[in-house]
């Protein structure tokens, strides 16, 4: 520790280098009570026994801080509600390749299901957000570098009507007499050989 | 009991060792003819590639004619009703468990789905203990590449090593004693998309690896390895020049469509061959006397054919290879330009059998295109294409020129449905394999019966993400019911009988043995022993989940035979019973989820080797 070194005199006697390493090791526990101190406080405080010396400030913690929960702004989508934003962001959908993964309407595959209540990694706007740009482990790319923002924020809002009377439908979906049977009737056998 | 009948009943005695003794000899080391062996009790005429599974299970088929019948007959269909477990083990990887255990010498070799952890198990002992566990630490990355769940198909046994492959592409080749690695190579990688699930088959000092990520505009092809070093020794692509197909100058198909320069380039839009598929991800058979090995390449990429006008070539194709060199004898594209995702990488069995009178060397491949082709494995001659489950995208083929007759109507486009399309992508049957018995002249054929609506979508090629380009959904085929076993009569090209599942597709693999029990399991879980004859069920038990995977049989140490099955439901048409996968999406799991809604209700996921015996 930075202060620690400078209460050591250089040329001590054995008595005066005991002293001396006792007081040290009383500014050292007082030092670390008060870092402790100012860590459970918040960040502010931190900086002020710093400031008084010549050291390098300590950088502003960044990411979860120890101690109580702080209650850290939060991304919501900009999109939100916006009609336009869930039709393109279904288009997308497909655009970008995530039906391929996550299913034609999100049920899952190779990437799991977005329309049960499962949240691997969070069901906030935000979350779903830092999914998409950042990526996830199991194979989830990182397309911060490749999808524009407010593109992403289509796709959360697309992800996130799933399942209610929001949700749009493919933008491929063909004319009437293309749509799948309704019924799932099957052939009957004469039709197939 | 006189002198003279105790010595007749000593005579007797050893009269019945010596025959012990002699099933005994002939399990250890069948008797070798030509490429053939003789199988006890096999019909006039039918010979088997050598060596037959015999006592120990050492390649994925536990032979290389991919019959998946061993001669073992302490179980028959007398006694198989006394079978009981006799040890279990979790992978405790709860995912699909395709593929097989391989028993060699006194241990049991287990790969489980990714992570692919390799456990071997010590058959010398009561319950089977653990001898040691082989993590190769694959990227997990590969979880999110893999298109049909994060199975593997097993491996095989050569030069006192297990050879198998990665998900993350890398095949392995791991000492058999000790569970240290011996060498690992690199075969591909997930950043395009490429993951390896494929059992390695061993030929001489060969090792042959394939690929999969048809869905994802990979490039396919078989790669050879030195058995002793893992360096690569030849790659042969199934898109491309002559050159990276290794078509040389012995290449001969039997029809003049398989015929030409650079049908791997020229039969394609300009560049799609780089992303064209073609994926090698079923079983590899060899025929030691001719010297070819035998596999089937899956669909073309992208699943929407407007965006690749042509046969595409190499996709969905039978090959004949020399292993050695990688040039091809024969090729016979199945379909060319397919609009249904039927991968052909079903396995090839290799029989030699009486035909029309005349013994030939065939090439039994029942297909996802609901067809049983049966080929001249010497050029690749189609002798028979007969329908064995529900089929209108076809109304036959063309012996003469090699082609399906396709009804234009179930064909589909860039916006449009081809509705109603019997079978569906999954096929007649899939990837699990048929078992045929030289006892009967049947090929069991685990099936499949369900039809699609599917629909050509515009997409966009992004390295390591699905390019899929259709829109697919899946539902039960006519009839009532959506699998079954059935037996079929290879030579007179007809159905003898079936076991049919009203709700699941029979998506195990299938044994028969010399004791004429057919042994298959449901996806509901039930492990079942079937006459080899009449169908009839004669024993049944009920495992911890769904099965995928498929039966093997083998002598334990204690002279004793076995038999092993994984439970552990997926896969690509068990993925809806994972819960990563919802019901309320008929499109999800690339469109089996329609087909599929009730598994959720029937088991749950598992990751179970069971071992039974007398």
């Excluded at chain 1, 929960?69 to 900009?78: E, K, S, T, Y």
């Excluded at chain 2, 060596?51 to 088929?61: D, F, H, L």
């Excluded at chain 2, 090995?293 to 006008?309: A, L």
């Excluded at chain 2, 809806?576 to 996968?581: D, E, Q, Y």
Aim: net charge neutral; charged share 15%; hydrophobic share 35%.
């Amino acid at each position: 520790m930075f202060s620690v070194s400078r209460l050591r005199a250089r040329h001590a006697s054995p008595l005066q280098h005991a002293a001396h390493t006792h007081a040290s090791l009383i500014a050292f526990l007082s030092i670390l009570a008060g870092v402790l101190v100012a860590a459970t406080m918040g960040c502010q405080t931190v900086s002020k026994p710093v400031a008084a010396s010549s050291s390098p400030p300590v950088p502003t913690a960044i990411g979860p801080i120890p101690g109580p929960p702080v209650n850290l702004p939060g991304r919501a989508n900009p999109l939100v509600g916006d009609p336009v934003a869930l039709q393109d962001g279904r288009r997308l959908f497909d655009w970008y390749n995530c039906s391929g993964c996550h299913g034609g309407h999100a049920g899952g595959g190779m990437g799991p299901s977005l329309r049960d209540k499962v949240w691997l990694y969070g069901h906030k706007d935000d979350q779903i957000f830092d999914s998409i740009a950042a990526g996830r482990s199991k194979g989830m790319p990182s397309w911060g570098t490749k999808i524009p923002e407010h593109q992403i924020w289509e796709l959360v809002a697309y992800i996130k009507s799933m399942g209610t009377t929001q949700e749009p439908d493919p933008p491929v979906e063909p004319a009437d007499e293309m749509v799948p049977d309704p019924t799932g009737k099957t052939p009957s056998p004469e039709e197939v050989q | 009991m006189d002198g003279k009948q105790k010595l007749m009943a000593t005579a007797a005695r050893a009269g019945i060792l010596l025959m012990a003794c002699v099933i005994g000899v002939a399990l250890s080391a069948p008797p070798e003819k030509g490429s053939t062996n003789d199988i006890p009790g096999e019909l006039p005429g039918i010979h088997m590639v050598s060596p037959a599974a015999a006592g120990q299970w050492t390649m994925p088929a536990g032979d290389y004619g991919n019959t998946r019948f061993s001669p073992l007959n302490q179980i028959n269909a007398q006694n198989v009703k006394n079978l009981h477990v006799v040890s279990t083990m979790s992978t405790g990887i709860p995912h699909g468990h395709e593929g097989q255990p391989l028993v060699v010498n006194d241990t049991m070799y287990v790969v489980t789905p990714f992570p692919n952890n390799l456990i071997a198990l010590d058959l010398t002992k009561a319950g089977f203990p653990q001898k040691w566990i082989f993590h190769p630490n694959p990227n997990i990355a590969a979880v999110g590449v893999a298109c049909c769940d994060v199975v593997n198909r097993g491996a095989s046994y050569a030069d006192g090593k297990i050879i198998y492959n990665t998900l993350d592409d890398h095949t392995v080749a791991v000492d058999a004693k000790t569970g240290k690695l011996v060498w690992e190579t690199a075969v591909g990688d997930i950043k395009f998309g490429e993951t390896t699930t494929m059992a390695a088959v061993v030929v001489k000092n060969v090792v042959l690896v394939g690929d999969s990520g048809a869905e994802l505009g990979v490039r396919g092809r078989v790669t050879a390895l030195d058995v002793n070093t893992g360096k690569i020794l030849w790659r042969a692509f199934n898109s491309g020049s002559d050159a990276d197909a290794r078509i040389g100058p012995d290449f001969k198909p039997f029809y003049a469509k398989d015929r030409g320069k650079d049908l791997g380039l020229t039969t394609w839009n300009p560049g799609q061959w780089k992303l064209g598929g073609g994926t090698v991800w079923g079983w590899i058979s060899y025929d030691p006397e001719l010297n070819l090995i035998y596999y089937g390449t899956g669909n073309p990429g992208v699943w929407n054919p407007d965006m690749r006008p042509g046969d595409n070539k190499w996709s969905i194709t039978i090959w004949a290879r020399n292993p050695e060199t990688g040039y091809a004898k024969w090729a016979f594209q199945v379909v060319p330009h397919d609009s249904w995702d039927y991968d052909e990488i079903m396995e090839n069995v290799l029989v030699d059998m009486p035909w029309q009178g005349k013994t030939r060397k065939l090439l039994i491949h029942p297909g996802r295109t609901g067809f049983v082709f049966v080929l001249d494995r010497e050029t690749g001659e189609v002798l028979s294409a007969d329908k064995f489950e529900p089929v209108n995208w076809a109304k036959g083929f063309n012996l003469k020129t090699g082609l399906p007759d396709i009804d234009p109507e179930k064909r589909s486009h860039t916006g449009h449905y081809a509705m109603h399309v019997c079978p569906s992508s999954t096929g007649g049957k899939e990837f699990v394999p048929s078992s045929f018995s030289p006892r009967t002249g049947y090929l069991y054929i685990p099936a499949h019966n369900t039809c699609m609506d599917y629909m050509g979508t515009s997409v966009n090629y992004i390295a390591g993400t699905p390019y899929l380009g259709a829109t697919v959904r899946m539902y039960p085929g006519p009839g009532g019911y959506q699998g079954e076993l059935m037996a079929w009569d290879v030579a007179n090209k007809k159905k003898v009988w079936s076991i049919k599942d009203a709700d699941l597709p029979v998506y195990s693999g299938v044994l028969t043995t010399g004791g004429d029990v057919v042994f298959y399991g449901t996806m509901e879980g039930w492990f079942r022993a079937v006459d080899a004859h009449s169908g009839k069920i004669l024993w049944e038990f009920k495992i911890s989940s769904g099965i995928v995977g498929n039966p093997t049989t083998f002598l334990g140490p204690d002279g004793k035979q076995y038999v092993a099955i994984y439970s552990g439901v997926g896969g690509w048409m068990g993925a809806t019973a994972l819960p990563s996968v919802s019901t309320d999406d008929p499109y999800a799991a690339l469109g089996t989820v329609g087909a599929m809604k009730q598994i959720k209700a029937k088991t749950q996921p598992g990751d179970t080797l069971y071992v039974f015996g007398l």
